[in-house]
């Protein structure tokens, strides 16, 4: 079985689980590193970043109350040790899996892979506009995760309306697609009310509209923006599921670059170094399936080399991206 049949298969198996799990009393937690949204019914597990905004927006006011002697320290202790669970929780399996939750188990990059399907189906070619410019474009990830720290963290201080606590959820295009997939269409209404929320919501709806515009003309659009994606990133030197590369064993075929639905260069480029992780990286792995280097690429689990490139292997399998 190729690389790219194999994923195919846990995407989907794990998007059922994720998107449909609930139904079956499955219930993996709030602190998955993927866009599991915690606004479908039948969700089997939640996306960490709602768990960490509401996080930040319950962790400092009871320290600070307790420091300046208005609140208790139990309740410091409470909020703490809630929020210091779940970000172990979440750390320990971005650790063991890296960014493979990203490019194998997130529902919402799915959703984005079958929109690249029915593209590719009426063979239109995939937008190139964003190459020049993509390294600017993708730092706004790390904006976007500035955001969701500190938002609800005044929020929480009283400094801005509750509405705020969810700043990011508010915002995230998931929130109306994801439930669309189950047939729930009521994040797409807007209410009647005004504020915050009602301005929110009609951003949400503008953005949706545009992203999904751009998920249909570029593979994995919405990964460009996406905050999880960034914090992933930053615990990339602990990741234990990485990819590796033999600077020594590669051909400069650029099977690596053309293979990859994110348009990273790193990979190719590097010359000297063994780990070549890109920020933007999703962890699918497709690339090492298409080098055509024997041993150039390689897939490792901690010590363990779970799968290295070949040109035999390349020659015999190349999918051009695994979709």
Known sequence: MTISRLRLIVQHLSFVILTFG????????????????????????????????????????????????????TQAWNSTTYFLGGLAVFVGLVILLGKSWCGWLCPFGVVQDWLSRIRRLFKIRESEILLNNKQRISMLKYVLLFYLLFLPSLSGFGLLPRDFVLAFCNICVAKLIMPMVTGDLNHWILGASGGARYIYAVILLLLTGSMSIGMFFKDRFFCLFCPMLAIIDLLRPFHILRLAKDPSACRGCGNCRRNCSMDNQTIYLERVKKRVYDPDCLGCFTCSEGCASDDSLSVRFGPLTLFSSSRRYSSRNLTGGGL
């Open 22 to 73: 609930g139904n079956f009393k499955i219930s993996l937690g709030s602190s998955l590193p993927c866009l599991s949204c915690p606004f479908i019914g039948s969700c089997g597990g939640g996306c960490y970043l709602m768990a960490l905004q509401r996080s930040m927006a319950w962790l400092w006011p009871p320290i600070v109350q307790a420091l300046v002697g208005t609140g208790s320290w």
